[in-house]
């Protein structure tokens, strides 16, 4: 007996593989190879009924050519719609950038750990983003931002490698003007135009020189691994200690729900018991990430 | 638990009425290979074997599965996936050890996220034991918590007396269902007589696994690099393993697929950038020791290894993982 499930059907698929249909509703070019995508779930009670926290994941599908984990880029303060940042990289990728608005997608999720957003509150935020790694990140500042009151002061410190690689440029301005938050720009030596008002530098060295207290202080970090590492020899500079940063880990991904095998760090689960690490955690994997 | 003898005459009648009540599954010969397949004939059930090439993990987890269909009509996706046919499954003659290793899989595919595909498939199936008395020499399920005559996972316990009589030991209502109104009831003597078997099966099993307390302290340890350099990282261990449940999903034109994967392949874990936290060799191999005698205890609270032995039979190079993880806490001190 085959089922055809109606877009309609506000039933959750008891088949935890099954992707719920959504909509692309816009899609932004964000540099030369990322693109943001707006999504709309078909189904109009799961468009109200799907929550989720900063930090956790979605398996976005191609149907008939493949399924791919993205952090939700999007607030859960916004309602009604979803956001994923994507950069060109690979086949699920490619097809992912050749959609059109109004072309139709498979959404599994949410998945993952999350943000520890309750934990957060009454703290400062330092957010220390490279390159796409902002896209968790995003979800996190605009959760703050439209809680402003749950928060004490923001300080954001992104780079890239030129201007042009700098995502959600019209959203950067918004923070900017946002009363209680500190914005940085950077980008790497070279990556400058003349008329390029921000810092020139790479960003462990321009956290160094932005200077955030680690009083009453949680840093919130995403980028390139080696921006990664050079942000720790920083931060312990700057005695944060490692219980201090979160940051989330990149795996292969295959079902989000801890079971396909391949996502571990020892006996942690990437997909399920993360993606969002402390370092204190993560200093305990034996395993290198 | 009810206990009754019954015939090998007995037996060859309960066969022709599950063959029409139920989808039959019983080990049979396929040339040299001893495999389960449907049962067309009672004749050719065969129970003088040590174990199945295969265990029995296919018939809940298949190597490829449908899991859901996709189509596009005038830019409208349609999804349906297939609902599994409720008919009552009978798998006769499983091994205890490979019993064993569904529990392990009960808790993997059962939990936070319940894998109606695998449960369905469970819940519709019944188990029959067939008790072992004839170990193999690469047989450790003793040092596992498992052992020859075992019950755990079984709906139904069968033990070879010889003479053509068997002692069935129903285990749960479902397996007792399937022998009721046969046989008679068993007497001191039988009971003794499968003690006895059970004792001397036990007494064959020689080999023992025994990871030591402190594996985790040995993560760094070179040794890895010397024990798994001469695996060709086939994957078969990990096919014929009853525990190993790694899979990949993927789109095979309109339908997702659900196929074994295996953590001895290095692109099981490369990520698109080309990053790859198990590139090397060494590290897929002590992927699989660990996973097996630590991470899955760490998760699940036991081992997961019944001790069947089928990859140290099977392994073209013959990678015996039992001595590797006996002699990792040794070869630590001989450096």
């Not at chain 1, 940051?247 to 801890?258: A, D, I, P, S």
């Not at chain 2, 075992?150 to 007792?176: C, F, N, P, Q, R």
């Not at chain 2, 036991?302 to 039979?313: H, P, Q, S, W």
């Amino acid at each position: 007996m085959t089922e055809v499930l109606k877009p309609g059907s506000s039933e959750p698929p008891e088949n935890i593989y099954l992707p719920h249909l959504a909509a692309i509703k816009e899609i932004r070019e964000e540099t030369q190879d990322i693109k943001t995508f707006k999504l709309v779930f078909q189904d109009e009670e799961l468009r109200k009924s799907f929550t989720y926290k900063p930090g956790q994941f979605i398996e976005f599908s191609i149907f008939g050519v493949g399924e791919s984990p993205f952090c939700l880029a999007s607030s859960p303060t916004r309602e009604g719609y979803i956001e994923c940042s994507i950069k060109k990289m690979g086949k699920v990728t490619q097809a992912i950038h050749d959609l059109e608005e109004g072309d139709i997608v498979g959404i599994r999720g949410p998945y993952g750990n999350g943000f520890p957003v309750e934990e957060m509150k009454g703290k400062n935020l330092i957010f220390v983003g490279g390159g796409i790694g902002l896209a968790p990140l995003r979800s996190l500042i605009w959760n703050v931002i439209d809680r402003r009151d749950d928060f004490k002061d923001v300080i954001i410190v992104y780079g890239s490698r030129s201007i042009a690689d700098l995502v959600y440029k019209d959203e950067l301005k918004q923070w900017q003007n946002t009363p209680g938050v500190k914005l940085t720009l950077t980008v790497d030596p070279g990556g400058e135009a003349e008329d390029w008002k921000g810092e020139i530098g790479f960003v462990p060295t321009i956290l160094e020189k932005v200077n955030p207290s680690p009083g009453n202080s949680l840093v919130i970090t995403c980028g390139p691994p080696i921006m990664i590492k050079f942000v720790l020899v920083t931060l312990n500079k700057m005695n944060f200690s490692s219980q201090q940063i979160i940051t989330t880990l990149e795996r292969k991904m295959t079902c989000g729900l801890g079971k396909c095998g391949r996502c571990n760090i020892g006996s942690v689960y990437v997909c399920k018991d993360g993606p969002v690490f402390t370092y204190a955690q993560i200093e305990q994997f034996q395993e290198e990430i | 638990m009810t206990e009754k003898i019954v015939s090998k005459e007995d037996l060859k009648k309960i066969l022709e009425g599950l063959m029409k009540t139920s989808e039959l599954l019983a080990p049979g010969k396929e040339g040299d290979l001893v495999l389960f397949k449907p049962v067309k004939n009672p004749e050719e059930v065969f129970f003088a074997y040590p174990n199945s090439l295969k265990p029995v993990k296919e018939f809940f987890f298949p190597p490829r599965e449908e899991l859901f269909k996709h189509e596009i009509r005038e830019g409208k996706v349609g999804l349906s996936s297939e609902h599994q046919e409720n008919r009552k499954r009978v798998i006769w003659g499983v091994r205890p050890c490979d019993a064993k290793s569904l529990l392990m899989f009960d808790k993997m595919f059962d939990g936070e996220y319940k894998d109606s595909y695998y449960l369905e498939k469970r819940a519709k199936s019944v188990l029959v034991g067939l008790a072992c008395n004839e170990p193999l020499d690469s047989c450790f399920c003793l040092s596992l918590n498992a052992g020859p005559h075992a019950k755990e996972g079984l709906d139904v316990l069968i033990t070879d007396l010889g003479d053509d009589s068997y002692l069935v030991e129903g285990i749960t209502a479902k397996g007792e269902e399937l022998f009721q109104g046969c046989g008679k009831e068993s007497g001191e003597g039988e009971r003794t007589r499968k003690k006895e078997l059970e004792e001397a099966a036990k007494k064959k099993i020689r080999k023992t696994c025994q990871p030591p307390p402190d594996l985790e302290s040995f993560f760094e340890d070179p040794y890895w690099e010397k024990v798994s350099r001469k695996c060709i990282s086939c994957g078969v261990c990990t096919y014929l393993c009853p525990t190993c449940f790694c899979f990949d999903l993927s789109y095979e034109g309109r339908d997702c697929i659900r196929f074994w994967d295996s953590c001895s392949f290095s692109p099981f874990t490369k990520m698109t950038s080309g990053e790859n936290p198990r590139r090397e060799k060494k590290t897929r191999y002590r992927q699989r020791v660990y996973h097996k005698f630590s991470y899955f205890k760490k998760n699940f609270g036991e081992i997961a290894c019944v001790g069947c032995g089928r990859c140290l039979r099977e392994c073209p190079v013959k990678v015996d993982i039992v001595e590797i993880v006996n002699q990792c806490s040794k070869d630590k001190t001989k450096d």
